[in-house]
């Protein structure tokens, strides 16, 4: 009797906790409310979303949080939060490579929260395309695989877009066998993405040998088409299951436990510091012996780490090409700013992609 009497005291403490919770919430989005008719009087009226702010809030909280939640956690619970804020002010439109059910659209997820218009694009240009116009607030792109390597067409669609990077999402992938039957042994044919596939082809070859396989545009249309067919099965994301009512045969079969996908949030409008960032540019040289070496030498001198560099053909001339970098810090940086000083009387062409909050968790 006494342990259901603590039970229930318990129990009424939490419906009292909830309530408070509640309450606090509501009382965060009435000031959420209010920030946007101050911004609106101000004269802006076009986007409210800014990354700097939401950075410093997240790792705020990270940092203030006692437990026993993770920081993860608390991080998961006020992105959306800030999200479902941020649509009482205006809801922000983003666009992802769809269709639905992409790790795409989870990677726009993870960043914005779900109480964003997630828009499915069919290509990457057409991602980019839709945020330059302006019908896409935001756009969140592919750039690279920690298996596989990187997105070159989300690269050399930086060459002649004006859009600025803006953020960045660091994904664990996580591919999934599925299909409407209940047996791998009724598998005949396998659709995904061609990344997807190398991705798992460790897996495949063991438990599938034989059964064809067939890439497609995306894991979600592979998921679309598994749904349509007998014996046909896709390989994708939990997301994709649910969308389209398929049954998880083999969960995780990718061949490397740390797969991970990085992506990239594209926008119109430059970020601020927020004291833990990431800048990447886009250098063109001159095809000359040590050019490179002169290229990254400012870098080293002055104290900046780089986290990344990239070749892509420049589509100038045969044999030109340019690089892309990513570097530690802020273009406000004074360490960056004068790196890059000195950099643009070295090389040909020297392009600032954006500077952004560096991802976390």
């Known amino acids: 009797m006494a342990g259901e009497l603590n039970l229930a005291d318990l129990r009424r403490q939490i419906d009292a906790i909830d309530d408070q919770v509640l309450d606090l919430l509501n009382r965060r989005a009435r000031c959420a409310q209010q920030v946007a008719e101050a911004k609106q009087q101000d004269g802006e009226v076009d986007c409210f979303y800014r990354p700097e702010r939401e950075a410093e809030v997240l790792n705020r909280i990270a940092a203030n949080n006692p437990g026993p939640l993770s920081r993860d956690a608390v991080r998961r619970l006020f992105r959306e939060v800030m999200s479902e804020c941020l649509a009482l002010e205006k809801p922000l439109t983003v666009a992802f490579l769809g269709p639905e059910g992409t790790f795409s659209q989870q990677a726009a997820y993870k960043h914005f929260g779900h109480a964003i218009q997630a828009s499915p694009s069919g290509s990457i240009d057409e991602i980019f395309r839709a945020v330059e116009s302006g019908s896409s607030q935001f756009g969140v792109v592919p750039v690279e695989n920690s298996t596989e390597g990187v997105i070159a067409l989300t690269l050399d669609s930086f060459l002649h877009s004006r ?20 047996k791998v042994a009724d598998i005949r044919r396998v659709y995904s993405h061609q990344q997807s596939l190398a991705q798992c082809r460790g897996w495949l070859d063991r438990h599938l040998p034989g059964v064809e396989r067939v890439a497609v545009s995306s894991n979600a249309e592979a998921a679309r088409l598994a749904a349509e067919g007998d014996g046909t099965a896709a390989v994708a994301g939990d997301m994709a299951a649910k969308l389209y009512g398929l049954n998880i045969l083999e969960r995780n079969i990718e061949d490397d436990p740390d ?103």
């Open 163 to 182: 859009l600025l990077i803006i953020g960045e999402v660091v994904l664990r992938i996580h591919q999934n066998l599925m299909g409407k039957m209940t």
């Open 259 to 361: 797969n991970t996908t990085r992506f990239l949030v594209i926008g119109r409008n430059p970020v601020g510091p927020t004291g833990s960032d990431k800048t990447s540019i886009l250098i063109s040289t001159r095809n000359n012996p040590g050019a490179l070496y002169h290229t990254l030498e400012p870098f080293a001198r002055c104290g900046i780490s780089m986290s990344k560099i990239e070749s892509r053909p420049s589509r100038r001339e045969a044999w030109d090409y340019v690089f892309f970098i990513d570097i530690e810090g802020h273009r406000e940086d004074a360490s960056v700013m004068d790196a890059l000083k000195e950099l643009d009387g070295r090389v040909t062409m020297v392009k600032v992609l954006g500077s952004y909050p560096r991802a976390v968790g």
